[in-house]
């Protein structure tokens, strides 16, 4: 099982991104999807969270401006990042638990990560 991350790039305060997060390979069930992020010198910090029923939650920094939605029949995750400000420069990361076949447990697997950078 992979997670791929893409969508990251330079954009300018107040701009916006969409990064998308795909899971490939055998998957039996794909529990929350979740996005997280490390600023330099900073520890990870979790960003949003969508249930496989899709109800959301989302970090006090991003809430208003960040979206997090799913599409269960492609096995991906979005986060729709308007609004954006230079502290929300980071490396992103998806990450989720998966069941690979239906009596396996479930398994903690991320993404690569993606640079988002927000700078005039």
């Known amino acids: 099982v992979q997670l791929q991350a893409f969508g990251g790039g330079l954009v300018q305060p107040g701009g916006s991104l969409r990064l998308s997060c795909t899971a490939s390979?055998?998957?039996?069930?794909?529990?929350?999807m979740n996005w997280h992020r490390q600023a330099p010198g900073k520890q990870r910090e979790l960003v949003a969270v969508i249930t496989s029923y899709g109800s959301t939650n989302y970090a006090d920094s991003v809430k208003g401006r960040f979206t997090i939605s799913r599409d269960n029949a492609k096995n991906t995750v979005y986060l729709q990042m308007n609004s954006l400000k230079p502290e929300d420069t980071a490396v992103y990361y998806c990450?989720?638990?998966?069941?690979?076949?239906?009596?396996?447990?479930?398994?903690?697997?991320w993404g690569q990560g993606t640079q988002v950078t927000v700078s005039s």
């Open positions: 990450h989720a638990p998966i069941k690979r076949y239906s009596g396996s447990p479930y398994y903690d697997y």
């Open positions: 390979g055998t998957i039996f069930s794909i529990s929350a």
